[in-house]
Every structure is written in structure tokens, then in C-alpha cells.
């Protein structure tokens, strides 16, 4: 299945991006456009504060953990005391240019009994602290300052996690083209960032539950619209 819900608007911008919940294909969906798009990039809105944790998470995992090409990143469990949990968080926004003894914290996200999946980390450190406690644009600030010299270089950016609605929002309000992935996976996830994002008029859907085949071919499809 792929489909477009009545796209009916011009495209004023090269940006594409992939909504879909963990282990849909966005990675796979990404690297394929990447290869039938001439002169494009990827951008990844958790690539900055994933380098960040890598560096300051550096006595428990590796940048390949954290990147999703080592240990299973929702499985994998590490543990770090609260104290010392809070300390990395505030360097990491630190490199940002973010005191955090300058914001009203809840620290109560930090629910660490049970230990730490390196994807439970990015959702907290990402979300739970930056989004919705620091500035809901965060990330996108750090896309918008990164665009000025991809546009210098690049015909089409390929945004490969957009999980939040003001995020998707920020690519259809610039003209951009928005590509639903979905799939059974049998995983759950109750946080916001894995709960999937509605569908609006000129999303496209793509029906990810057959062969690597199939799927390029509906990609494809895809490609002929946008």
C-alpha cells in the first residue's frame, strides 16, 4: 500500500522527511531515497544531542551503541545513579550553549529503578528535558542553523525522525514533502515520540509489512510525486 492524501499544494522546498516508530524502515526508507536523489543529504533532528551523549555516557556505551549500529538499544540496560545522571545531562546541554540551573527542572523524569535503555536516554534527555522543558523547538533551532550550508551545497534534505507534531509541522509549513512509514513490528512504547503522527492531506503512506522489494518499490512510487 502507498497512497497520497490528497496532496494538492506546491512544493516550495526540497526538505523530505520520514515519520515512522522504531524499526519501521526509516533508516532503510532514508538510505534509499538518499541513493535516487541526486545531490541530497539526511539530517537527523537527534544527531546533535546523540554525539553529546555518546561523549558525556562515554563509561557505558560507545558512539556506535548509541547511533543504533552496536547493542540493541532497547534492550541493552546500564546503570547510573541519579546524581550522576543529572550531572551528564547538564553538560550536555552545555554544549548547546544551555545552563540548566537556569530552568525550573522536573528531575522527576528521571525514573531510573529499573536501569537505563540507551533509548529510554535519548527519549528523556531529548524530549522529557529539551522539548518539553527547555524550548519546544530545540532541535529544530539546530536544523534551521545547519540548512543555511546544506542549501549551499544540497539540491534535497532527507529529515530521517521527525516523531512529534510541531516537528512535522515544521516541514509542511516550508512546503516540504512528509512520508508516513508503517509496519508491525510487535514492539510497544508508551512514549510520545513512539506513538506515530496523523496523516494530512499531501502525506504519502507507505505499507512497510512486505519484502525489502516491495518496499522500494513503493518508495519509488513515492518518488515520482514529490
Known amino acids: 500500500m502507498v497512497y497520497c492524501s490528497n ?9 523530505i522527511t520520514l515519520s515512522a516508530k522504531a524499526r519501521c524502515g526509516k533508516d532503510t526508507a532514508a538510505q534509499y531515497l538518499l541513493d ?20 558525556h555516557f562515554a563509561e557505558f556505551v560507545n558512539r556506535d551503541d548509541v547511533f543504533g549500529y552496536g547493542v540493541d538499544r532497547n534492550s541493552y540496560i546500564i546503570y547510573v545513579e541519579r ?6 545531562v ?14 525550573d527542572i522536573d528531575w522527576n523524569v528521571i525514573d531510573d529503578n529499573n536501569g537505563w535503555t540507551i533509548r ?3 527519549q528523556v534527555v531529548g ?6 522543558q527547555i524550548d519546544t523547538n530545540i532541535w529544530l533551532n539546530e536544523f534551521e542553523k545547519a540548512m ?23 516541514v509542511r509549513e516550508r512546503g516540504g514533502s512528509v512520508i508516513h512509514i ?45
Open 7 to 15: 496532496r494538492s499544494y506546491k512544493q516550495y522546498m526540497n526538505i
Open 36 to 55: 535516487n536523489l541526486e545531490n541530497s543529504t539526511s539530517y537527523a533532528l537527534a544527531a546533535c544531542f546523540k554525539e553529546s551523549i555518546a561523549i
Open 83 to 88: 546524581s550522576d545522571f543529572i550531572e551528564r
Open 90 to 103: 547538564e553538560r550536555i546541554y552545555e554544549d548547546f550553549g544551555y545552563r540548566l540551573d537556569q530552568y
Open 120 to 122: 529510554r536516554i535519548m
Open 127 to 132: 524530549t522529557d528535558i529539551g522539548v518539553n
Open 148 to 170: 543555511f550550508s546544506l542549501e549551499q551545497v544540497y539540491d534535497t534534505v532527507v529529515m530521517v525522525d521527525c516523531r512529534q507534531t510541531h516537528e512535522i509541522e515544521f
Open 182 to 226: 508503517l509496519r508491525e513490528t510487535g514492539l510497544t512504547d508508551d512514549h510520545i515520540t513512539e506513538q506515530g503522527l496523523p496523516v494530512e492531506d499531501g502525506d504519502f503512506v507507505v505499507d512497510n509489512n512486505g519484502s525489502l522489494e516491495e518496499f522500494y518499490q513503493k518508495l519509488d512510487s513515492v518518488l515520482t510525486q514529490i
